[in-house]
């Protein structure tokens, strides 16, 4: 199967380098809030002033094979490099433009076609991100227009140089420049493992097509991503930094930054812990989606030393433990485990291997469901370190941690299973350690009768990706499997779940910040009902009053949590469990995007 390396391969490297990286985020003693390779756009720098950069543009430090091999050792398997971006300048040779780092600058190299040459090297597999619909230098690249909403106060085209967007002629740059720039890449760099695109803004569908064609056509074996637009594309490309709640169907990857920002800034120095990535890859890992993280190299040619030292520690953890990532598949279990995540590993004829990558040591840690029997289980990478496992009552399996791995950076316990196949897990929602947890995706969603007063696309605009959400008035499951656009107080969510023994629970509702770098908000009234065996309805209605949790965000999508309040239940056994959203505070903040509720016995 042509895409099977890239579910094998799990952890990417995504680059963004370019004429950006000389100021770094600081035009003329002013610094940018947003991101680095925005800066012409944040500024509103002329063609010809940005363009002059290209003159101080000689990286005297750029060795490709250096950056393959921090990749391959940061447990890296393929690697993405930003060929042209919004703002049009080409990172390669190119013959339809001189607007290009060989014949443009002091440095005179291409840097791709080192690239391309050091990849197989190191066994990398070669991507090429190409902004196919946005291009600030060229006059008629793509430009939603002056009605269309904003990037962060930013206009999407090039309205500083090119301000008569009804004269723009979207066409004339995608015959004259795009097309042609991707046939040159398509055909100058030997085989290419993915064509990233970015931004589908104006493309229209039948040109997203043609350069669809165009791939399969010069590259048979390349994959595109999702964002080429209009649902072409051989996997799909998350949000920048966002975390999927569930496992999604088919293939995906989340394209992460490693501080704030894609292209290199000076003062950018918010990097993430190894820990932290290393999270963020196993959470990934466990949905069965790829990490593609990013590097933005210096002007000189340099990665940032902070970046070096986070891959390095990625590198050792994947050297240790890269059995528990590449190639193994999603969590098969009800929900995630608020100590870590779980990856499953099937190889033919082996047995099955439950990997669980502990993220907060504790003595013991429970599964709920297996319905297979446990071969045996051991502490990888750790010799002579037995792990006493055994069953606590019904489908529960009681795993003893070792009190040594209490001390090593995400470690890993294996459960082997008598079984070859995928595991056989059960589908009960019951409590866990004291909690029961309820993620959206598992719920059954009913729409009621009600039209919302306001439709949430019309305030939504653009995502940071540049799709288009559809207009929508009920709540609706998103592709990251949150309860999203819930603004519409007559639809609910249910589930149903098994309640061992009766008692008190606290009822906390997780929510997410919706989009790209918004605030995660609360306020919302919500309407709680539990009911079942014969007994009246318990019903609970509350205000939600809560904190972000910064161990559970993506920095990027905000997730918290709100109490709702305490309810009691009256003897064990199954219960509907249905949740309303009454009303929210600011409507115009999207309402709920909802991704469990949690129930935690007290
Ligand atoms: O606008 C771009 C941004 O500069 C960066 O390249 C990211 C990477 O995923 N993509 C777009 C925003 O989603």
Same mark, same amino acid.
């Given at each position: 199967?042509?895409?099977?390396?890239?579910?094998?391969?799990?952890?990417?490297?995504?680059?963004?380098?370019?004429?950006?990286?000389? +100021?770094?985020?600081?035009?003329?003693?002013?610094?940018?809030?947003?991101?680095?390779?925005?800066? !012409?756009?944040?500024?509103?720098?002329?063609?010809?002033?940005?363009?002059?950069?290209?003159?101080?543009?000689?990286?005297?430090?750029?060795?490709?094979?250096?950056?393959?091999?921090?990749?391959?050792?940061?447990?890296?398997?393929?690697?993405?490099?930003?060929?042209?971006?919004?703002? &049009?300048?080409?990172?390669?040779?190119?013959?339809?433009?001189?607007?290009?780092?060989?014949?443009?600058?002091?440095?005179?190299?291409?840097?791709?076609?080192?690239?391309?040459?050091?990849? +197989?090297?190191?066994?990398?597999?070669?991507?090429?991100?190409?902004?196919?619909?946005?291009?600030? =230098?060229?006059?008629?690249?793509? /430009?939603?227009? @002056?009605?269309? %909403?904003?990037?962060?106060?930013?206009?999407?085209?090039?309205?500083?140089?090119?301000?008569?967007?009804?004269?723009?002629?979207?066409?004339?740059?995608?015959?004259?420049?795009?097309?042609?720039?991707?046939?040159?890449?398509?055909?100058?760099? *030997?085989?290419?493992?993915?064509?990233?695109?970015?931004?589908?803004?104006?493309?229209?569908?039948?040109?997203?097509?043609?350069?669809?064609?165009?791939?399969?056509?010069?590259?048979?074996?390349?994959?595109?991503?999702?964002?080429?637009?209009?649902?072409?594309?051989?996997?799909?490309?998350?949000?920048?930094? !966002?975390?999927?709640?569930?496992?999604?169907?088919?293939?995906?990857?989340?394209?992460?930054?490693?501080?704030?920002?894609?292209?290199?800034?000076?003062?950018?120095?918010?990097?993430?812990?190894?820990?932290?990535?290393?999270?963020?890859?196993?959470?990934?890992?466990?949905?069965?989606?790829?990490?593609?993280?990013?590097?933005?190299?210096?002007?000189?040619?340099?990665? @940032?030393?902070?970046?070096?030292?986070?891959?390095?520690?990625?590198?050792?953890?994947?050297?240790?433990?890269?059995?528990?990532?590449?190639?193994?598949?999603?969590?098969?279990?009800?929900?995630?485990?608020?100590?870590?995540?779980?990856?499953?590993? !099937?190889?033919?004829?082996?047995?099955?291997?439950? =990997?669980?990558?502990?993220?907060?040591?504790?003595?013991?840690?429970?599964?709920?469901?297996?319905?297979?029997?446990?071969?045996?289980?051991?502490?990888?990478?750790? @010799?002579?370190?037995? #792990?006493?496992?055994?069953?606590? *009552?019904?489908?529960?399996?009681?795993?003893?941690?070792?009190?040594?791995?209490?001390?090593?950076?995400?470690?890993?316990?294996?459960?082997?299973?008598?079984?070859?196949?995928?595991?056989?897990?059960?589908?009960?929602?019951? +409590?866990?350690?004291?909690?029961?947890?309820? %993620?959206?995706?598992?719920?059954?969603?009913? =729409?009621? !009768?009600?039209?919302?007063?306001?439709?949430?696309?019309?305030?939504?605009?653009?995502?940071?990706?540049?799709?288009?959400?559809?207009?929508?008035? =009920?709540?609706?499951?998103?592709?990251?499997?949150?309860?999203?656009?819930?603004?519409?107080?007559?639809?609910?969510?249910?589930?149903?779940?098994?309640?061992?023994?009766?008692?008190?629970?606290?009822?906390?509702? #997780?929510?997410?910040?919706?989009?790209?770098?918004?605030?995660?908000?609360?306020?919302?009234?919500?309407?709680?009902?539990?009911?079942?065996?014969?007994?009246?309805?318990?019903?609970?209605?509350?205000?939600?009053?809560?904190?972000? /949790?910064?161990?559970?965000?993506?920095?990027?999508?905000?997730?918290?949590?709100?109490?709702?309040?305490?309810?009691?239940?009256? &003897?064990? *056994?199954?219960?509907?469990?249905?949740?309303?959203?009454? /009303?929210?505070?600011?409507?115009?903040?999207?309402?709920?995007?909802?991704?469990?509720?949690?129930?935690?016995?007290?």
């Amino acid at each position: 199967m042509r895409a099977q390396w890239f579910s094998e391969a799990r952890f990417g490297m995504f680059i963004h380098w370019g004429l950006y990286s000389i +100021p770094g985020g600081i035009w003329r003693g002013r610094e940018m809030s947003y991101i680095g390779e925005w800066l !012409q756009a944040c500024f509103r720098i002329p063609n010809r002033e940005y363009g002059a950069l290209a003159a101080r543009f000689n990286p005297e430090r750029f060795d490709a094979e250096q950056w393959c091999r921090t990749a391959r050792d940061a447990g890296m398997r393929y690697l993405v490099f930003s060929a042209k971006h919004h703002d &049009g300048f080409a990172m390669y040779r190119s013959r339809v433009d001189s607007y290009n780092v060989v014949d443009a600058t002091p440095f005179g190299r291409d840097p791709l076609a080192e690239l391309a040459a050091a990849c +197989p090297k190191y066994g990398l597999k070669l991507g090429i991100y190409y902004s196919q619909d946005l291009d600030w =230098h060229h006059p008629d690249g793509g /430009d939603p227009g @002056p009605e269309s %909403p904003k990037n962060h106060g930013m206009s999407w085209g090039n309205d500083w140089d090119y301000p008569a967007h009804r004269g723009k002629r979207f066409r004339r740059y995608f015959e004259g420049k795009a097309i042609p720039q991707l046939t040159e890449l398509l055909t100058g760099y *030997g085989p290419v493992g993915i064509m990233w695109f970015d931004c589908p803004l104006t493309i229209s569908r039948e040109e997203s097509g043609r350069i669809v064609e165009l791939v399969r056509k010069l590259q048979p074996d390349c994959l595109i991503n999702t964002r080429i637009g209009h649902g072409f594309g051989d996997y799909g490309s998350y949000g920048d930094n !966002q975390l999927p709640a569930a496992p999604p169907e088919g293939m995906w990857e989340t394209p992460g930054t490693l501080n704030r920002t894609w292209g290199f800034k000076w003062n950018d120095h918010d990097w993430k812990t190894p820990g932290e990535v290393l999270s963020l890859l196993a959470s990934l890992a466990e949905k069965d989606t790829n990490y593609l993280l990013n590097v933005g190299p210096m002007p000189d040619g340099s990665f @940032p030393p902070e970046t070096v030292r986070v891959l390095r520690e990625t590198g050792k953890w994947l050297e240790r433990y890269g059995f528990a990532v590449y190639g193994c598949g999603a969590n098969p279990f009800q929900c995630s485990f608020d100590w870590g995540y779980v990856t499953v590993e !099937q190889r033919p004829g082996k047995r099955t291997r439950l =990997h669980l990558i502990i993220r907060e040591f504790r003595p013991e840690i429970r599964l709920y469901g297996l319905e297979e029997v446990v071969f045996r289980c051991w502490a990888a990478a750790e @010799p002579e370190c037995p #792990v006493e496992f055994g069953c606590s *009552g019904g489908r529960c399996l009681t795993i003893r941690l070792p009190e040594r791995l209490r001390a090593r950076l995400l470690p890993v316990v294996t459960l082997e299973l008598a079984c070859r196949n995928a595991p056989a897990v059960c589908t009960d929602l019951v +409590p866990l350690d004291h909690v029961l947890r309820l %993620p959206a995706a598992r719920g059954t969603i009913r =729409h009621g !009768q009600r039209e919302a007063a306001v439709e949430p696309a019309e305030l939504r605009g653009l995502g940071a990706a540049g799709e288009r959400h559809p207009a929508v008035s =009920h709540c609706c499951l998103d592709r990251t499997g949150n309860l999203a656009e819930w603004h519409n107080p007559a639809d609910r969510i249910e589930w149903e779940a098994y309640f061992p023994e009766e008692g008190r629970y606290r009822v906390e509702v #997780v929510t997410v910040s919706g989009i790209h770098g918004a605030a995660w908000k609360t306020g919302q009234k919500v309407e709680l009902a539990v009911s079942g065996d014969g007994g009246a309805a318990n019903v609970l209605v509350a205000t939600l009053n809560g904190r972000p /949790d910064p161990s559970a965000s993506d920095r990027c999508y905000i997730r918290g949590s709100a109490e709702a309040g305490t309810l009691s239940l009256n &003897g064990a *056994g199954r219960r509907k469990i249905s949740l309303r959203m009454l /009303d929210c505070p600011d409507r115009e903040a999207l309402a709920m995007t909802l991704a469990e509720l949690r129930l935690v016995r007290l």
